[in-house]
């Protein structure tokens, strides 16, 4: 990058302007100003700031603005072919959590515009088109549904379903009357279909890793071949409730036991396949006390892999373990389960991974990068499906993320644009060629 | 028993005044009206009414009626030797769970009145004076305090506290206006102080096992020489929040697989020492998710044994298992630990337990019955530290208590109560001899 340092050594205005509350300063000595965190939700009046901020810097760039009927914002900045041919988008979401970070998603979007900045100031062009997108709503806090208007871009969504949506804590607040209070409901479709909507000729995303990886291994750029495939189940186990003191262990149906057991065998299991096996919840009934036995016992299974097939394997083989788990104590506990989520592996386009890999060999060397697999979804799991699309991960510390101390390091981000602007560059230079027949 | 069935064939007014919500009754096809349940919470209009009953039954009898401070009932029928020696009791609580049974105490007190009217029918005398306590608030369940006015008599509870004790629906009650209002703060002493107190000479408690052990070795009388010793520990495993899905297993900080190892290793120690160990409650924070590793796991343990050494040897096991799983998987968890009640276990006097083991052999025969432990609390574990005590217990159904089905056949009720009645016969004239010198 030329204009050094410009991403992460001095937050801008707007990284600034929305600040969270002053509790957060004291979490950890020493804070630098990008290390407290942001509290950003979906189409509130901050959120509404910072798009008028983003609005501002790319016309000032010269880019055309495109505002869609989700609020999603298209900057499309002219090449030199003055082709048609839809851009080659660098997208990512200006959103936060409640209580997060100042990288995710917030890095995608102002290393994109660091890149267009710096092509200006170099009388640089592509080819073809280039531009950003600000996605709304991916993080889902506000209005809850995460990756929500990637999703309705791509036809999974239903744009009813979203704009219905409402605030979590007002319910006469809806997604679209947000969208329209603050003048985002734009007059062009959410949809990929060239006929009505904004269509997208490739999707680059620059994202913290969200993960420990690139930490613990000393790598500055993960090359994203495509998000993991994950189901989610619920798992109760029914035993009977039963006095502590006075029922022997042989004569037990203990659903706790089993439980237990269960969430143990699935980390075992989940560990020889090289999968990822998680429980967030756990719970027993209300009534539930010391000397009682609970009658029954639910937790989730969150079941990861980056092949549908072994994330299908691990689950059969849960299922038969716990079947086993089941008749081994006392006078045994019977268990149902439910599939609640089911999300299939995706892989990216293996042209936008070999752009990303070929500059990042470049930039910091094969030593420093390694391929990987999403753990988190992004808005480019969707945009994936209609045109090609992969993703940049840069280190975070410690892996944190969603949360106010979640931090990149200034290099980091600094390798992170400089690799998406010369993916952006390699992409479009291949697809150039390729359209000349070279 | 000379009155056949007179106790368990058919309900007696009281036992059907209070009658249950009507939704009980479907549970069960063909329910037996002793099958339906009991609702009578302490000192409630309902409990009046069976003290009402309770006392006139008494006084019929010829028995003197003694109120203490707890409203604790106390009925004294003369023996032979116009003795000043204190009374030979057979006491229980007629007080039960809000969804309770109709055994659960009330055996005790209703077979009590059998073993006197008993007497009286056949102008069978006892040396001493022999009689009944219905014991207030023993379920602890309107005012939570379990064995609380036994435990008031025994000096280990302060009155004050005991009458400060508030309805748990309703702060404007307590127990001493409770007691006010039904006419039962009596005039003398809760104590076991001769001077100012209702002493007793022994202390006997029919009672069902709410276990299932009787009925699973075929035998109907339990002789209970103790009750089990138990530790309530409350275990919090310390980790950390990340993501299911960015989080590799070797990084984790997995408190949930931590605590599931650790009620599973609690329950396969507790079997190697033939003791018990329970999970009653399981806790994550509030704002855990699917695919969010929580910060930190909260569970109860309950370890009985009817030893105190076995108790203590069983806990440490426990906690040296526990740091070795703390550090077992990825990064590792931290635990801390708190005990919450430590009851020490409770021997029963020897010459009570064997005048119970006597007549049992006589009318069952020693291979229908057995020396048990007590796993649950009751009256008796109070009186035994000031008088001579010890319990019979009778099977319930599937050692199902606390429980509309709560059930013990007329048969097996029969034999307890002729357990009853002979072991104070038993016991008084051991006492009889004793005094005489032979």
Chains 1, 2 share one sequence.
Not at 220 to 231: F, H, L, P
Not at 354 to 371: L, N, Q, R, T
Request: glycine content about 8%; some cysteine.
């Amino acid at each position: 990058m030329s204009r050094e340092g410009a991403v992460g050594n001095k937050p801008k205005g707007p990284l600034s302007t929305t600040s969270t509350p002053s509790h957060f300063h004291n979490e950890r000595q020493l804070l630098a100003p990008t290390e407290t965190g942001m509290a950003r939700l979906s189409l509130t009046d901050a959120d509404a700031k910072v798009r008028k901020w983003f609005a501002e810097e790319v016309q000032k760039l010269g880019c055309a603005l495109s505002i869609d009927q989700m609020g999603n914002m298209f900057a499309r900045q002219s090449g030199s072919k003055k082709s048609s041919a839809p851009m080659i988008a660098m997208g990512s979401h200006l959103d936060t959590q409640p209580r997060g970070g100042r990288y995710d998603g917030i890095l995608g979007v102002i290393a994109a515009l660091e890149v267009l900045r710096t092509m200006k100031e170099n009388n640089f062009k592509t080819n073809y088109d280039v531009g950003i997108v600000n996605w709304t709503n991916e993080e889902g806090a506000r209005f809850p549904k995460s990756m929500c208007s990637s999703g309705v871009w791509a036809g999974a969504i239903p744009i009813q379903k979203a704009w219905d949506l409402r605030d979590i804590h007002d319910p006469n607040v809806t997604l679209r009357s947000e969208l329209e209070r603050h003048g985002y409901l734009g007059d062009i479709a959410c949809s990929s279909d060239p006929a009505t909507g904004f269509t997208l000729g490739a999707h680059f995303e620059l994202h913290i890793e969200q993960g420990p990886i690139l930490q613990e291994t000393g790598r500055s750029i993960g090359i994203v071949q495509g998000a993991q495939g994950y189901r989610w189940l619920t798992v109760t186990v029914k035993g009977k409730d039963a006095h502590t003191g006075t029922t022997p262990l042989s004569a037990r149906h203990d659903a706790m036991l089993a439980a237990s057991k269960m969430i143990v065998a699935s980390n075992a299991i989940a560990k020889r396949h090289d999968a990822l096996a998680s429980t967030g919840i756990i719970r027993v009934p209300s009534n539930a006390s010391t000397n009682t036995l609970p009658s029954d016992v639910t937790f989730t299974l969150d079941i990861r892999h980056p092949e549908d097939r072994a994330v299908h394997a691990v689950q059969e083989e849960f299922l038969k373990a716990f079947a086993t788990i089941s008749s081994e104590d006392g006078r045994g506990v019977s268990f149902d389960w439910t599939l609640d989520t089911d999300s299939p592996a995706v892989k990216f386009d293996q042209g936008c991974v070999e752009s990303i890999k070929a500059v990042a060999d470049h930039i910091v060397g094969p030593g420093k990068s390694m391929y990987m697999t999403s753990g988190a979804g992004h808005d480019t799991v969707y945009t994936s499906k209609h045109c090609p699309s992969a993703m940049i991960f840069v280190p975070c510390r410690d892996g944190v993320s969603h949360h106010p101390t979640e931090y990149c390091t200034p290099e980091d981000c600094a390798l992170g644009t400089q690799a998406l602007l010369e993916a952006v560059v390699h992409y479009d230079q291949t697809r150039a060629k390729t359209a000349n027949g070279i």
